[in-house]
C-alpha cells in the first residue's frame, strides 16, 4: 500500500531537520522578483507544498481529529470564498444569514434543544468551549452578584469561582479558564471510571466538597468524545446533577456530537440540556431597529465579527449526501473502532485500554522485553520518518500509549488490520535494536 504522504517526507540518507531547512529555503513567502513569480514558478512551490504533505484520505492516516474532505464541501469552499461574504451583517450576506440560520435551527433541534435555541459556527471546539464557559461565568455573576462582567469586568469574588471537568477533557478548558481571567485555579478535575468517562457520584462530591469550602461551582463541562478515547460521560446523570444543584452544564461535543447523526448510536448523547446566550450590541452592525424589524445581523451570536460563510460547507454537504448516507458514514466509523479493537485484545502483542464509544481506539504494544515505555514513544515516530503511517501518542496515567483515531469511513477493516500488523511489525523490529540505537531513535 502507497504511503500516506503525497511524497516521502525526506527522501533516502536524509532527515527531517534536512528537508525543513530545504522546505524554509524553497517556500520564503516573497518572490525574489520584485513583479512576482512567474507561473510555472508558483506551480512548481505550490507542488512542493502538495507533495510533502499528509494524505488525510489514506487509511494510515490516523493519529488525530483529521478528517478526509468531502467533495461537496470542496466545491462549497470555492463558491463561499468566491462569494466572499461576511457573517456579521445582513448587508453583507444576506441569503447567507437567512441560510445559516436554517442550518443552525435544524442542528439545535437535532440536539434535542428546544425551538428558542441559537448557536453560531466556531473555528472548533476550543472557541466552543471558551464561548461556553464565558456565557456561564457571566450568567452567573448576574445572577447571584447582580454584577455585569461587560460592563464592570471580574466581581470582587472571581477567586472563588470554579470549573468542573473530567480529568480527561480537553485542554481547552484550562485554556479557557486563563482568558476568562479565573486561572488555572478555577479548573477542577472529576476522576474517571475504567472507561474514561466522568463518574457522576464523584461529580456530587466535588460540588460537595466546593460548597463546603464556600467555592462557587459555576459549571458542569460534561464531554461527548474526548479526544483520546472518544468516551462519552453519561450525560442524563450529570445533567440530573446540573439541575439539582442549580450549576451551567456546557456538553463539549465536538467530537461525538456526529454521533447525533445516527439513529443507531444517537441515544449516547441522550441528556443534553439548552445551553442559555448572551448577545453583545454594537449600533453600527446591528442597530435596535433592524432587531425589530426581524432582520437577522448574526455577529450577536458569535465572539467574531468578520466571519467565513462556513455553514455553506455543511448545508451543500447535507444536500448532496442526505441525512441516510452521513449516518452510514458516521456507523461505519463506530465499526471500523470495534473491528480495531477486537483484533488488538486478539493479539498478544498489543493491549487495548479500553473499548471504543465512537473512533478512538487506545492500546499499547507490549513486548516480551522490559521497554515497553520506550518502544510505545519510538513506533509512531519510526512510521512517520519512514512515511509509513501517521498514528498517534498519548500518555494515560503515566504510560506511553498508542491511539487511532478513525475519521475515514472509506477505511475498511482489512486496511485497519494491515496498519495494526505494521505498527506490530515496527514495535518487534524496535524491540531488538540495541538499547543505545533505540534511544537514539526515540530522540
Known amino acids: 500500500m502507497s504511503n500516506p504522504f503525497a511524497q516521502h517526507f525526506y527522501g533516502p540518507g536524509s532527515n527531517h531537520q534536512d528537508w525543513l531547512h530545504q522546505a524554509q529555503r524553497a517556500l520564503q513567502p516573497s518572490p525574489q522578483a520584485y513583479s512576482g513569480a512567474t507561473t510555472p514558478a508558483l506551480l512548481a512551490r505550490l507542488r512542493l507544498i502538495a507533495q510533502h504533505s499528509i494524505q488525510p484520505w489514506h487509511s494510515h492516516t490516523a493519529a488525530h481529529l483529521h478528517t478526509p474532505v468531502l467533495l461537496p464541501a470542496l466545491a462549497a469552499e470555492a463558491i463561499l470564498s468566491a462569494l466572499n461574504h461576511s457573517m456579521d451583517s445582513f448587508d453583507q450576506a444576506p441569503a447567507a444569514s437567512v441560510l445559516e440560520q436554517k442550518v443552525l435551527a435544524w442542528l439545535t433541534q437535532l440536539a434535542g434543544l428546544p425551538l428558542t435555541a441559537g448557536g453560531t459556527f466556531t473555528a472548533g471546539g476550543t472557541q466552543s468551549n471558551y464561548m461556553g464557559l464565558l456565557l456561564a461565568r457571566d450568567h452567573f455573576c448576574l445572577s447571584q452578584f447582580a454584577w455585569s462582567v461587560r460592563e464592570k469586568g471580574l466581581p470582587p469574588q ?34 474517571c471510571d475504567a472507561s474514561f468517562r466522568m463518574r457522576p457520584d464523584r461529580l456530587r462530591a466535588e460540588i460537595a466538597s466546593l460548597r463546603q469550602r464556600d467555592l462557587l461551582p459555576v459549571a458542569i463541562v460534561a464531554t461527548a468524545g474526548t479526544t483520546d478515547f472518544g468516551s462519552i460521560d453519561d450525560l442524563q446523570q450529570i445533567a440530573r446533577i446540573a439541575a439539582e444543584e442549580n450549576i451551567w452544564l456546557h456538553v463539549d461535543a465536538a467530537y461525538g456530537g456526529a454521533l447525533l447523526l445516527s439513529p443507531r448510536h444517537a441515544s449516547l448523547l441522550a441528556g443534553q440540556r439548552r445551553f442559555d446566550s448572551i448577545r453583545v450590541h454594537a449600533e453600527y452592525l446591528n442597530s435596535e431597529s433592524r432587531d425589530a424589524e426581524g432582520i437577522p445581523d ?70 516480551v522485553l522490559d521497554a515497553s515505555d520506550s518502544i510505545n514513544e519510538a513506533i509512531p515516530r519510526v512510521l512517520f520518518e519512514r512515511g509509513q503511517a501517521v498514528v498517534g501518542h498519548t500518555v494515560v496515567r503515566g504510560k506511553p500509549c498508542l491511539k487511532l483515531t478513525l475519521c ?36
Do not use: Y
Request: proline share 6%; aromatic share 8%.
Open 158 to 191: 472571581f477567586p472563588r469561582l470554579r470549573f468542573l471537568c473530567s480529568e480527561v477533557a480537553h485542554f481547552s478548558v484550562e485554556k479557557a479558564a486563563i482568558q476568562l481571567g479565573l486561572g488555572l485555579q478555577s479548573v477542577v478535575k472529576v476522576p
Open 298 to 367: 448574526l455577529v450577536t451570536r458569535s465572539l467574531l465579527t468578520t466571519r467565513r460563510f462556513d455553514a455553506l460547507k455543511l448545508w451543500v454537504s447535507f444536500q448532496a449526501l442526505g441525512r441516510v448516507q452521513f449516518a452510514a458514514m458516521i456507523d461505519q466509523l463506530v465499526a471500523l473502532a470495534a473491528s480495531a479493537a477486537a483484533v488488538i485484545k486478539a493479539s498478544p502483542q498489543l493491549e487495548l485500554l479500553t473499548e471504543p464509544q465512537f473512533g478512538a481506539v487506545v492500546f499499547r504494544f507490549r513486548p
Open 408 to 443: 475515514n469511513p472509506a477505511a475498511t477493516p482489512d486496511e485497519i488490520h494491515q496498519l495494526l500488523d505494521l505498527i506490530t511489525a515496527t514495535g518487534e523490529e524496535i524491540a531488538l535494536l540495541a538499547p543505545a540505537l533505540r534511544e537514539s531513535v526515540q530522540r
